[in-house]
C-alpha cells in the first residue's frame, strides 16, 4: 500500500502520533490514534465516530508510520470482529483496546485478532476484572501518566505479575518521565522531542559549527553555493557522508560523483540541512527515530506557513532538543535571521506560531494547539503529510560513515 496523505482522508479526521521508547530512549513502537472534528470545531466522542476513524485507518501506510517500528492503533469496536479489514505493515500491527472496548467478548475478539497475527495492548489499563481477564492475551498494557505514584506503581506490579509490559503514557515532560520510570515502566509514550529537554543544556561544541555553519549558509535569501562547497569541504566526516548519500542507491544515479561542488548541487538546500543535522545528531541506519522526529517537524512547520525559513525554525529548535543545547548557544553559532531567532525563542510571528502549534501538536495537546490560533485538525494534517517524506529522507541521510 502506498502512502496516502491526511488531506485526502476525511477532511474531520485528525491523527495523532507518538513513539513508544524504552528507558534507554530507543524507539520500540509509534502509538497512532484518530480524532473526528465536530461541528462546532470539538471532537467527537471516540465511540461516535468509529465508523469514520476504522475507514482512515484502513487507508494508512504503517510503514510510512513505523518506519522499522510496530505501529498501535488505537482501535475501534467494528475493527475486532472476525474478518474486519485492518492495515498491513511489515513490521505488524499491535490493536489498543480501550476501557470501553475490554468488555466479556474482549478475550475471544483478542484471540481471534492474535490468530491473525495482531497483538494487543490493553488501553486506559486501571486493573478493571474485565481488563485483567485480557491480560494473558496481551502483550502490553497502557497507564495514565497522570495516575498518582503509589496507584501507578500497584498497576505496574499487577501487570508485570501476569508478565505483560507496561506502557505509560502521557509523557510530557523529564519529570513525568522519571515517574514513570521509577513506578517501574517498561515503556513510556510520548513526545520524541522534550519541550524542556532532561538535564542540563550545553554549549554548541566545536565538533558542530559546521554543520551549524552549513545552515546558517543555507538559511540565506540567496543561498551562495561556494561558500556551502566551502564550508563542507572544510569538514571530512560531513564530505563523505554528503558523497555517500548522492552516491547511494536512494538516488540512482547512473555515474558516480566524486566532486563535492557537483554534490552540494544535487542535494540541494533542504536536503543538504537534513544531511548537516544527521551528521550533527550522528543519524545511523540502525536507529533512524531521532533524525526522523527532527525533519518532521521542520517540514511540518514548512507545510503550514508555506515558507522555507520555517524549515529551519522547525530544524534548529528540534535539534536543540535532541542533543540539549542551549538554544541562544545554538543560534549565536548557526548566524540565523532575527526572525527566525525570535520565532524559536519567543515563538512570535508567523514562524513562531507554527512551530509552537507543531510542538503543541507532538504532545497531543489540543488545547495548546487551540491558544496558538491555529485549527488542531490542519495542524494535525501538516505533520502527518510530514510523516513519510521525513521518514523517506532520513532513510536515505542515515548513512555510514566510509571507512
Known sequence: MSAVPIHTLDQRVALFR???????????????????????????DEQDAASMIAAAYTRLDLHALGGDRPVILRATRGMLE????????PRGLLLELGAALADEDAPRHAAALR????????????GTPAQDALLPLAWAVKVDGGTEQQPMRE????AHGARRHVVVERVTDAAARRAALAAGADLVQGPMLAREPDGPLRKARAGELQCLGVISLLSAPEVDVEAVHRMVAADPELSIRMLHVVNSSAYALHHVVDSLRHAVILLGPHRLAALAMASLIDARPTAIGPLWAVLTRALACRELTGEDAAYTVGLLSAVASQKRIDITSLLSKAGVSPQVEQAIVGHTGRLGTALAAVVAHEEND??????????????????FDAVPVALSTATALSVQPLG
Open 155 to 158: 498497576l505496574v506490579a499487577r
Open 18 to 44: 507518538q513513539p513508544v521508547v524504552e528507558r534507554g530512549r530507543t524507539v520500540r513502537a509509534y502509538a497512532v490514534r484518530a480524532a473526528v472534528t465536530s461541528a462546532d470545531g470539538g471532537w467527537l
Open 82 to 89: 472476525l474478518g474486519a479489514a485492518l492495515p498491513t505493515g
Open 115 to 126: 490468530a491473525r497475527g495482531v497483538e494487543v495492548v490493553v488501553g486506559d489499563y486501571t
Open 366 to 383: 489540543f488545547e495548546q494547539v487551540r491558544a496558538t490560533g491555529l485549527d488542531p485538525a490542519d495542524v494535525a494534517r501538516a505533520y
